[in-house]
């Protein structure tokens, strides 16, 4: 530590105000700079769909939309979130986004415990919007971040790849 | 677990990075896509006291054409490795890599640069880096340079950067019509870390090997290349003898870390089956 700046390390233990546009509303509040977006997310803004499971970026449960792409809330700062427009699985099911893919997992049972599932849709959206009718060698190899402990994979990969030909068949692949 | 606390400065430039990493006395981290660093800090493996976010300077973004060489800017994220046409075209062996590159969340937000800067033994890119002849851009506080990839990677997670000093860019030799590449890896599944891995960059003139670079990851403490086996590979054509002439020379340039889960014995005879593979496919113009 020779020579360090005092001035510029004496907010280490300070609050700092960020701002978001979160599930279509402008939000600000004040963060800690160590606190994970998953947990400004959960505690700060109430929005507990984003689930915190490993907080390592393995398991998949916390993926949100971070300007339209998803990303793991646990593996971000809230401060480096500042300005960026987000959305949670609490905004894409407001905005029927994602209605099929949840009704599709609901009749299959796609979901034991639910724990993973919000990550799940998150993932399984993002991958339908790049991708209108994949295999199922793709479904598997995009979900290979997304863990699930009640070995529910091969009723979500039926889901998934249920939505992609209903999509694709009402020629309205996204 | 979570990190301990930390000051944030988000940089707007490269000099006002390096300016505050050096005002915090080396006391500081660069964040760009976070997604090695975030887990070490939660861990806290690793605690500084500030934390530089790089994520918003623009002269590290941007892929383009300089001269011979195709500059990719820093912030590349790996996704953006996956589609970008510049790097299909010029560098595709990167783009080859690109989808073994951990799971599609983490290359959301994960940069080329960062990777190359972590220099993880068991990551792709950085040993692509070494079979493309790539060399690193580095910004400090005694200005830039340029460092070989051959010359970068020095030990376990220790490269050539020095405290302060902050990866701008790659630059890459342009891929070439004489030229081949060939890209693989093991593991038990997929998005894991492979248990061994290889890229591979031959020049050629018709079916004779000219020139050829393989370079090969999760093998040892440094992404590896192993100029033994190449230099068997040099003057010939890849038939079957040649192919396990080059696989048997392997033993001299590879000695995998024993492991509880993969014997050193292990892993080098997958690295021969990988090497195999992969000549094999080079063989057939691939």
Redesign the interface.
């Known amino acids: 530590?020779?020579?360090?700046?005092e001035t510029?390390?004496?907010?280490?233990?300070e609050t700092?105000r960020v701002r978001f546009i979160v599930n279509g509303r402008k939000v600000a509040c004040e963060v800690?700079?160590?606190e994970?977006l998953v947990d400004c997310l959960r505690n700060a803004l109430e929005l507990t769909g984003t689930h915190a499971g490993c907080?390592?970026?393995a398991c998949?449960a916390c993926?949100v939309q971070?300007d339209g792409?998803?990303?793991?809330a646990?593996?971000?700062?809230a401060?480096?979130a500042?300005g960026a427009k987000i959305d949670t699985i609490e905004g894409l099911t407001e905005s029927g986004a994602i209605a099929d893919l949840q009704a599709e997992f609901h009749r299959r049972n796609a979901l034991q415990c639910g724990f993973c599932t919000p990550g799940m849709l998150v993932?399984a959206h993002?991958?339908l919007t790049q991708i209108a009718r994949p295999s199922r060698e793709e479904i598997?190899?995009?979900l290979?971040?997304?863990y699930c402990r009640c070995t529910g994979y091969e009723a979500i990969i039926d889901a998934i790849d249920a939505v992609a030909k209903a999509r694709s068949e009402e020629g309205g692949a996204t | 677990m979570k990190a301990r606390a930390f000051s944030y400065f988000r940089a707007a430039t490269i000099d006002q990075a390096l300016d505050a990493h050096a005002r915090a006395g080396d006391d500081a981290r660069f964040i760009a896509g976070g997604q090695s660093l975030v887990p070490a800090l939660s861990l806290r493996l690793q605690a500084p006291r500030l934390l530089i976010d790089i994520t918003h300077i623009d002269a590290l973004r941007g892929v383009r054409r300089e001269g011979s060489y195709l500059r990719i800017g820093a912030l590349t994220r790996h996704c953006e490795m996956l589609s970008e046409p510049l790097i299909a075209e010029f560098a595709p062996l990167l783009a080859a890599a690109a989808p073994f590159v951990a799971h599609p969340a983490i290359r959301n937000r994960g940069t080329f640069g960062g990777s190359v800067a972590l220099a993880d033994p068991a990551s792709e890119f950085p040993a692509m880096t070494l079979a493309i002849d790539a060399e690193i851009e580095i910004a400090g506080p005694a200005g830039h340079r340029r460092v070989k990839a051959d010359d970068f990677f020095i030990d376990l997670f220790e490269t050539a950067l020095q405290p302060g000093e902050l990866v701008t860019a790659i630059h890459v030799p342009l891929f070439r019509a004489d030229q081949r590449f060939a890209f693989d890896e093991l593991a038990r599944r997929r998005g894991d870390y492979a248990l061994v891995g290889c890229g591979i960059l031959a020049t050629c003139a018709g079916d004779r090997i000219d020139d050829i670079r393989i370079s090969f990851f999760s093998v040892g403490n440094t992404p590896t290349r192993v100029k033994g086996t190449e230099a068997t590979l040099i003057g010939a054509s890849l038939d079957p003898v040649r192919i396990a002439a080059a696989q048997a020379a392997l033993e001299g340039d590879l000695a995998p870390p024993d492991s509880d889960e993969v014997p050193p014995a292990m892993r080098l005879h997958l690295a021969r089956v990988l090497l195999g593979r992969l000549l094999g496919r080079l063989g057939e113009g691939a």
């Open positions: 530590m020779n020579g360090s700046d510029l390390l004496d907010d280490v233990d700092v800690a700079p160590r994970t907080e390592m970026g998949g993926l971070l792409r998803a990303v793991h646990c593996l971000m700062f401060v480096q500042d993932n993002e991958l598997r190899d995009a290979s971040g997304n």
